[in-house]
Each structure stands twice: as C-alpha cells, then as structure tokens.
C-alpha cells in the first residue's frame, strides 16, 4: 500500500503529529483532541488510531486566523 505522504519523511513530504500540532499551536494534547473532536481544527488523516495532518494545510488555517470549523472542504 502506497500513501500520498511519506510517514517516515524519506521524500520531504512528513506529515505532523498530533505531538506536532499541539507544538505549533501551543495547547495541550488533549486540548488538541477537544479542538478534533468539535471540529475546530482541519480535519486530520487516521492511520489507524493515530491522527496526522498535511503541514500546508495546518500552516494554511493558522495564517487564515484560525477559523472556527477548520477548513472547507
């Protein structure tokens, strides 16, 4: 099975963590998963039971204001 992102970082294309979200947004872990959970931030990627996001679309919505809702579809 081939992703479009390369988890590992080989090719450049890393995708963020949710360690890495909170990180870049200064809040907690789990303040992270209430923000996931009501919607508030771009929808994630789930690789299992892990949650990943694409960097340009987080760096995108944060130079966007951070709207409530994440980003449209």
């Known amino acids: 099975m081939t992703f479009p ?3 590992n970082n080989k090719n450049g294309n890393q995708l963020l963590t949710s360690e890495d979200v ?3 947004l200064n809040i907690s872990k789990s303040s992270l ?3 996931v959970k ?3 931030l771009p ?3 789930r690789f ?3 949650l ?3 960097p340009q679309e987080i760096d ?3 130079e966007a204001g951070m709207p409530e809702g994440g980003q449209d579809d």
Request: proline fraction near 4%; charge should be positive; glycine fraction near 12%.
């Open 5 to 7: 992102f390369d988890i």
């Open 22 to 24: 909170a990180l870049r």
């Open 33 to 35: 998963y209430d923000a």
């Open 38 to 40: 009501d919607g508030r």
């Open 43 to 45: 929808k994630p990627i």
């Open 48 to 50: 299992g039971g892990r």
């Open 52 to 54: 990943r996001w694409k």
């Open 60 to 62: 995108n919505w944060i």
